[in-house]
Nanobody, 122 residues
Framework: QVQLVESGGGLVQAGGSLRLSCAAA????????MGWFRRAPGKQRELVAI???????NYVDSVKGRFTISRDNAKNTVYLQMRSLKPEDTAVYYC????????????????WGQGTQVTVSS
């Protein structure tokens, strides 16, 4: 079975930075889309950023210019460099992967990590 193992979450002060990592284990096939969604308290899951196998990226407007997504295809690992963090970035961040697409729609991803908590203090 496929496992997505996330790391890098934690507590950071507003304006600070964190880098999330997600390594896909048990992957025999090529991953097309890989990225991050988040769920803030009292809110629905939303896209943060995705990256295709070819390197095309997509970000939610609220993180553009602050977050950078990247991937290492050889390691089946995706990263999310988060800078200039804001309290509203506080959420559980979920890694997602698909062998089919790099859609911005959460339902398009068949593999999910367990989530890692990011808390940004004001």
């Amino acid at each position: 079975q496929v496992q997505l193992v996330e790391s890098g979450g934690g507590l950071v002060q507003a304006g600070g930075s964190l880098r999330l990592s997600c390594a896909a284990a048990g992957i025999i096939f090529t991953i097309n889309g890989m990225g991050w969604f988040r769920r803030a308290p009292g809110k629905q899951r939303e896209l943060v950023a995705i990256i295709s196998s070819g390197g095309a990226t997509n970000y939610v407007d609220s993180v553009k210019g602050r977050f950078t997504i990247s991937r290492d295809n050889a390691k089946n690992t995706v990263y999310l460099q988060m800078r200039s963090l804001k309290p509203e970035d506080t959420a559980v961040y979920y890694c997602a992967a698909s062998k089919y697409s790099s859609t911005v729609i959460a339902g398009g991803y068949e593999y999910w990590g367990q989530g890692t908590q990011v808390t940004v203090s004001s």
